[in-house]
């Protein structure tokens, strides 16, 4: 172990790629639901997608309050976590979108073998799943802004305890910029309530995952480690 | 493995957890600290293993200040009950993350300690009983092999048996590979043994920096017939008493000399070494 976090990312990307595939499974259930007792015209990957983005946050909320204290207990500094935590945000929201992908042409090709169009509802940087490229750069900048909010939160959380719920608008403000810059709504609550989110350029989500980046590390970089479990 | 603090602080807020201390371990021993609830010693571990930063004065492990200082850091393990070393996961998870982590892990050796505490390799640590996991805190920290070792009442959760098999494993590992280690404990008479220096804190100072030895010779206990005991003992400080059937014996503050030695076996009395706990009571304050 020196300057790469690999059992980090590898541990965390086993369990991610299992959680992924029973996920897929429980979509495709649904979808198969869907198309038995009514109409199947449109994706269900698309807002099945939603709660990917709160497992990012949850990854990030995680790597401060798990990852920093193994890091520390066993003699490493808070800088190397620091310089660890940030490739691993860099690498795992990209693997998060490779899966997000896999599950849009996995839907793609059973939609296909039933006659079924794959419509998408929300607005993205794609008009097609199959542009792949796109797809992989939509929601690489969504799960960067996510998990970094998630760390952010996470990071306040641990140091101040209940303290953290005055940075928790703060998160909200870096999931917002990245949801805007690359889509139209916040999942789940944002279009129930009608919130739509004007249109950003996306590269306003990597300077939201990077501030939210920065942030954490203002917090972490002297944070004792807690005496409570 | 030598250790320096001098002038340390430490604040948490209004309240002072640790006021001005200062000493110097030079390594290569087994020390044993000990202070009453709140004296510091969490805080003092947590300042020396850098997962805490002081408030102001200096902390150096092997000549290197040690906060966020990567070269001092990886020579030292802290572990404390909180799991932080070890609540990652399995039982599995916990090692194989320890041994990408820490440069000096011994994997061999942690094996060995994982059968010899019979600890469940798939179990995840935070469902494991309070025992279970104080023995993952403690075949983590040996396993570590760090210079700098210390435990703060790390394995206070662990049954008798456990325990007894953790200081033998402590003791047996410490002769194969030297380094500075330091136990915080409240089970003072059961780990007593182990220590080769005492440093007992009170209200965030230094109270005793000593050998062992010649901090036990501070005190002598008194044994004998109870009526002896009340005799030769009127007029000394006596730190505290046990009494069984008509046998009885004192312990007693302060050396004895010659004469009263040759009283005390003209009485029929045996004079041994005095309880650290007796000692380490009478020195913070008293029982309350």
Known sequence: MRGFPTRLLAANALITAMLWAGFVAVVAIVAVGI????????????PASQFVRFYALFFGIALVREWMPLYLAHGRTRRLFGLHGGITIALFAPFLAVLAALA????????????????????HLFTDPLQVHLVLAEYSLQYLAWIAAGALVGAAFYRWEGGGLLVIPLGVVIVALGEAATGDALPLIGERL????????????LG???????????????????NRA | MRVEV???VLRYGDVTALDGMSFSLEGGKIYGLLGRNGSGKTSLMSVLAAFRKQTAGRVSVGGRPVFENGEAVRDIALIRD???AVTIGTAEDALYFAEWLRPSWDSEYAESLMELFKLPRKKNVKEMSKGQRSAMGVVVGLASRAPLTMFDESYLGMDA?????????LLADYIAHPRTIILSTHLIEEVSGLFEEVVIIHEGKVLVHEESEALLSRGVSVTGQAAHVDTFTAGLRVLG????GPTKSAMVYGELDAARRRKAVEAGLELGPINMQDLFIHLTGGSS
């Open chain 1, 35 to 46: 198309g038995l007792f009514g109409t199947l015209g449109r994706s269900v990957w698309e």
């Open chain 1, 104 to 123: 849009y042409l996995v839907e793609r090709g059973a939609y296909a073998l039933a006659d079924v169009p794959q419509n998408l509802d929300r607005r």
């Open chain 1, 194 to 205: 009608g919130l739509a989110l004007p249109q950003i350029p996306a590269v306003a989500a």
């Open chain 1, 208 to 226: 939201a995952a990077l501030l939210g980046a920065a942030l954490t590390w203002m917090i972490v970089r002297d944070v004792p480690v807690r």
């Open chain 2, 6 to 8: 001098e002038d340390l």
């Open chain 2, 82 to 84: 909180t799991g932080e």
């Open chain 2, 161 to 169: 048996p456990s325990r007894q098999a953790f200081y033998d494993a």
């Open chain 2, 241 to 244: 008493e046990r009494q069984l």
